[in-house]
C-alpha cells in the first residue's frame, strides 16, 4: 500500500471510489459533506491530511453544478489543512461541450471550469476522455488524460464479432475512432451528420463499407442519445449485420434509455465514469466496464512520480 496518498471521495460517485480505494488497498478519507437547511454545502475532512499526497475523486455528473461546487469546496478544504499536494481525480468532467466560441455572446464553459479548480487549491488534475483535447491547454497546472479505450478494446477483442468495423459517428469523431481501429486491426466507416441545434442530429450519409458486417458506433459520450441511434438506423439501412455502440461516458439524459431500448442496437458497453446503477436495471442493452484499476494505477503513479503514457503503450 502505497504510503502518504490520501483519497477523498464527493458524493457523486460513491461506487468508483470504494473501488479505487478498494483496488489501492487505501481506505478512503473520513469526510463529512452534507448540505445546509438552504441548500449550502458543509465540507469538513475529519482525519489529518497535512503534508499528504491528496487525491480528489469525483465526477461532475448531474446535479452538475452540485458536484462541481462540492469539489471545489473540498479542494479548499484540503488546501487550508496543509496538503502537499492536491489532484482532482475528475471522471467525468461536465462542461465540456463550450470549448470555444462557435456563436456570438456565448461563454467558454469548460474553461471557466479549469480556472475554478486551479483557484480552489488543486495542484494538479487526472481526467477521463476529455471531450476535447484542447481542454488540457485551459488548465496551468498539469493534467494527465486518460483515455478508456484500453478497457473498451479488451472487452471489444473478447467478442465475438463478424468482420467488425469501428464507425465514427461524426467527423469530428474519427481520430477517436481511427486509433481505436488500429488497436482492433479493423475497418473504419464514418457517419456524415448534419446537427440543426444542440442535442439535434440528422444522420445525412454513412462513408465506407458496411454490408454485412458488424458495426461498432464509438463515441466519449452518449448524452441524448440522438446521434448513436440515428447513426445505428443509417447503418442498419446500408445493410450492417448487427450494430453496436462503445462510449466512455453514459450521460443518458433525457429520452436516452427510451430510445436506446427501441433502436436496432444490440448492445451499449460503456464505462462507470458517471455512476449508472439505476439506468442498467432500465435498459438491458447497457454493458458496464469498469475503470477503477485504471485509475488506481495512475494514482500510484503520480504518486510515485513514474510515467502515465506507458499505460497506454
Known amino acids: 500500500m502505497p504510503e502518504g496518498i490520501k483519497l477523498i471521495s464527493g458524493n457523486s460517485h460513491k461506487g468508483l471510489s470504494n473501488e479505487v480505494s478498494e483496488n489501492l488497498g487505501i481506505p478512503l478519507c473520513d469526510a463529512t459533506i452534507t448540505p445546509f ?20 475523486i469525483q465526477a461532475t455528473c448531474p446535479p452538475v453544478n452540485d458536484n462541481i461546487m462540492e469539489l471545489l ?17 475528475i471522471s467525468y468532467y461536465g462542461y465540456a461541450r463550450q470549448d470555444r466560441k462557435v456563436q456570438p455572446r456565448v461563454p467558454i464553459s469548460s474553461k471557466l471550469i479549469a ?14 476522455d476529455l471531450h476535447a483535447g484542447q481542454i488540457q491547454g485551459f488548465f496551468n497546472i498539469p493534467v494527465d488524460h486518460l483515455y478508456a479505450s484500453a478497457v473498451l478494446v479488451d472487452y471489444v477483442r473478447k467478442r465475438n464479432f463478424k468482420d467488425l468495423v469501428i464507425v465514427s459517428p461524426d467527423a469530428g469523431g474519427v481520430e477517436r475512432a481511427r486509433a481505436f481501429a488500429r488497436k482492433l486491426q479493423c475497418s473504419l466507416a464514418i457517419i456524415d451528420k448534419r446537427r440543426e441545434m444542440a442535442n439535434v442530429s440528422q444522420v445525412m450519409n454513412v462513408i465506407g463499407d458496411v454490408k454485412g458486417r458488424d458495426t461498432l458506433i464509438l463515441d466519449d459520450m452518449i448524452d441524448t442519445a440522438g446521434t448513436t441511434t440515428q447513426a ?43 455512476p449508472l446503477d439505476s439506468k ?14 485504471l485509475l488506481a494505477d495512475a494514482i500510484k503513479r503520480i504518486h510515485e512520480e513514474s510515467s502515465i503514457s506507458s499505460l497506454f503503450e
Do not use: W
Open 73 to 89: 469546496l473540498i479542494i479548499d478544504a484540503l488546501k487550508r489543512a496543509s496538503a502537499a499536494r492536491i489532484t482532482a481525480v
Open 232 to 274: 445505428a438506423l443509417a447503418l442498419k439501412e446500408k445493410g450492417s449485420h448487427r450494430v453496436y455502440a462503445a462510449s466512455t461516458h453514459a450521460v443518458l439524459s433525457g429520452p436516452a434509455i427510451d430510445r436506446i431500448n427501441d433502436s436496432v442496437i444490440e448492445e451499449v458497453i460503456v464505462t462507470n465514469t458517471i
Open 280 to 293: 442498467k436495471e432500465s435498459c438491458k442493452k447497457l454493458t458496464v466496464l469498469s475503470i477503477a484499476s
Open 37 to 56: 437547511s438552504d441548500g449550502e454545502l458543509m465540507v469538513q475532512i475529519n482525519e489529518n491530511v497535512r503534508g499528504s499526497d491528496a487525491f480528489v
Open 115 to 128: 480556472d475554478l479548480i486551479t483557484a480552489a487549491g488543486a495542484n494538479r488534475v487526472l481526467a477521463v
